[in-house]
T-cell receptor
Framework: DAGVIQSPRHEVTEMGQEVTLRCKLI?????LFWYRQTMMRGLELLIY????????DSGMPEDRFSAKMPNASFSTLKIQPSEPRDSAVYFC????????????FGPGTRLTVL | SQELEQSPQSLIVQEGKNLTINCTSS?????LYWYKQKYGEGLIFLMM?????EEKSHEKITAKLDEKKQQSSLHITASQPSHAGIYLC????????????FGQGTELSVKP
């Protein structure tokens, strides 16, 4: 298995532009997590899904952020419009089941908003 | 809300030395996860602890959870340059294997 796949790996955009980050889960996993990592705030959970349903989106910073799971193996995180303070590394992770299984992380997308 | 505090924030050790990283929770831990992150990469799962007093080892890394389930330690024996990276502890925010809350991380450098 290729593991969790994220694209793009790097994204540089200008303030005000729309940004879409993509994530492909590991086959057979049914939970999906989006995280943001910055020097100031560390690793923060933004939102997570179980069986394509959003369970907790309390970490989503504001309405400019939205996440979807159009199917069981794919998710997008969209920022519209983007702002410089959104610059961070965005990780998605997937997990099998709801129990004590570990989360498998993707390599991350490094976003820079100018 | 649950918070995790890691110490130290950074650590520089000579190759071959032992070291310990601590993770303290403001609430009882139902599941404690240790991950390692190399710069520019994702997190790699190391170990998960659930029971008070539990201890797990993998190669030269040992993780422990105290009896009260509010503190965990990660111990590396005879450190090597390959151990360098950022170590993060994560805790189950709920008792159902839900979302994880992470500590700020401990950056480890191993000098050859």
């Amino acid at each position: 298995d290729a593991g969790v796949i994220q694209s793009p790996r790097h994204e540089v955009t200008e303030m005000g532009q729309e940004v879409t980050l993509r994530c492909k889960l590991i086959s057979g996993h049914n939970s999906l997590f989006w995280y943001r990592q910055t020097m100031m705030r560390g690793l923060e959970l933004l939102i997570y899904f179980n069986n394509n349903v959003p369970i907790d989106d309390s970490g989503m910073p504001e309405d400019r952020f939205s996440a979807k799971m159009p199917n069981a193996s794919f998710s997008t995180l969209k920022i519209q419009p983007s702002e410089p303070r959104d610059s961070a590394v965005y990780f998605c992770a997937s997990r099998q089941g709801q129990g004590d299984n570990e989360q498998f992380f993707g390599p991350g997308t490094r976003l820079t908003v100018l | 809300s649950q918070e995790l505090e890691q110490s130290p924030q950074s650590l520089i050790v000579q190759e071959g030395k032992n070291l310990t990283i601590n993770c303290t929770s403001s609430k009882t831990l139902y599941g404690l996860y240790w991950y390692k992150q190399k710069y520019g990469e994702g997190l790699i799962f190391l170990m998960m602890l659930q029971k008070g007093g539990e201890e797990k080892s993998h190669e030269k890394i040992t993780a422990k959870l105290d009896e009260k389930k509010q503190q965990s330690s990660l111990h590396i024996t005879a450190s090597q340059p390959s151990h360098a990276g950022i170590y993060l502890c994560g805790a189950d925010a709920y008792n159902q294997g839900g979302k994880l809350i992470f500590g700020q991380g401990t950056e480890l450098s191993v000098k050859p």
